[in-house]
């Protein structure tokens, strides 16, 4: 029965996309603010996740406040998801009438280093849009895939970014995986480290609350001695643009090393909290951040 369920998502789907890909792209954004608004009244266990993250960051924002920005989350999400969609259709003319990039200096910078670079992004912005940037420029990268439970569609998602130079892994081989991605390839190594960690995580303040937290982007800096950048998508108007922060002050002693992952992820989680309040509507409030609590230790 879950296999007949997965392949009617994946027909529809593939069936919907041909139809939206000849739809012209600021239209696009506009069926996708619309979806997002039908999902933001539909489905009410993301809004309440949404609303009580909102509530927890902005506690000096009155209710109607944190509505709207929720609402506008919702709509940004339709939004990115029509922008998927273009993916497999992204070209350097579409580069270059509605991307601008800041930064791109710290990624050839670091990449002259030859130990690749740890690369971090919240989940602001476009972050799909990022992929098919970086790799229409040439660069290579390997990313962390969490596996979607539907294999048709997970594949689908796997074909869409591998056009991009981007190898895709899963969370078990990433101990093997990453420090030869970024030793032996000189990759751009990404990390959407911004979520719940579970126990695995360590817990740093996020947006003015305790938030369990990955380790993953500085624990690999460390023991690769790579330098790490954080990279912000965010969108103005018709434009997607992106911003490549300078080499982050990472601690890379390895005399305490909790101690230096600790201060490493706060670093990170810091500079990545500035851009999140400053685009808050674009910011992914529907996810569960602060599901893990430290008395769950």
Known sequence: MRRLKHLLEYTAVITLLPLLSIIPYRLRLKIGSFLGTLTYYLYRHRRVIALENLSYAYPDKDRKWQHAICKKSFQHLGMNAMEFIQLPKLNERFLQKYFRIEGEEHFIKALEKKKGVIVIGPHLGNWEFIIGYFGLKGYKGTAIMKRQSNPYLNRMIRRFRNKFNLSLIYRKEARREIPRALLEYNHLVGFGADQDAGSRGVFVDFLGRPASTAT??????????????????????????????????????????????????????????????????????????????????
């Open 216 to 297: 993953g982007p500085a624990r690999f800096a460390m023991i690769c001695q790579s330098p790490a950048v954080l990279i912000i998508s965010y969108r103005e108007k018709d434009l997607c643009r992106i911003k490549i922060s300078p080499f982050l002050p990472f601690d890379y002693s390895t005399d305490n090393q909790n101690s230096a992952i600790l201060k490493n992820t706060e670093i990170w989680t810091q500079k990545a909290e500035e851009y999140i309040r400053k685009y808050p509507e674009q910011y992914l409030w529907a996810h569960d951040r602060w599901k893990t609590k430290k008395s769950d230790r």
